[in-house]
């Protein structure tokens, strides 16, 4: 894969997606909750890591990023593991959304303020944002590359 073509391509769908934020209406700074980036990002790790063992994991990711050809065996077995790891991605969003949820749920118990309530959801909401967003521009390109090489 080119890296300069798959950055550029990033860089488009970052740009596309800031400017659909901004034509809603939007502001970019809802959009943005570390904790949900971290449950997105590491919460897939250790069921990668004690399938696939550590080595076989990022040696899988950095395959579409070598520039020596590889066995097809190979590539085929390191677009299914980027392909679990997208799986893992989504079902990290989603638990995600449940912990952000079930706490909302908590909140309404309570006599606090609707705003609390809106941003409480809007945070729930951000973590499947993130796993999609991820999904789209790192996890799809390198297992269609991964793919198309075995």
């Known amino acids: 894969m080119k890296l300069i073509n798959y950055l550029l391509g990033v860089i488009v769908v970052l740009a596309v997606t800031v400017m659909i934020i901004i034509a ?3 502001i970019l700074i809802a959009y943005v909750d570390m904790l949900s980036l ?3 990002l590491l919460l897939p790790l250790p ?3 004690g399938l696939f063992g550590w080595k076989r994991f990022w040696s899988s990711l950095g395959l579409a990023f070598r520039r020596e050809a ?3 065996e190979e590539y085929r077995h390191a677009a299914e593991v980027v392909r679990f790891l997208g799986r893992l991605i989504y079902l ?3 638990l995600g959304f449940f ?3 079930i706490g909302l749920l908590a909140y309404y118990k309570t006599d606090e303020t609707t705003e609390l309530l809106a941003a409480n959801f809007g945070v729930s909401l951000v973590v499947i944002f993130y796993a999609i967003v991820l999904n789209l521009i790192l996890i799809e390109p390198i297992r269609a ?3 198309s090489r075995s």
């Open 38 to 40: 971290l449950i997105v």
């Open 99 to 101: 912990i952000a949820f």
């Open 145 to 147: 590359y991964l793919k």
């Open 70 to 72: 590889a066995d097809p």
């Open 92 to 94: 990290s969003a989603v």
């Open 47 to 49: 069921p990668m890591i």
């Open 24 to 26: 809603a209406g939007n």
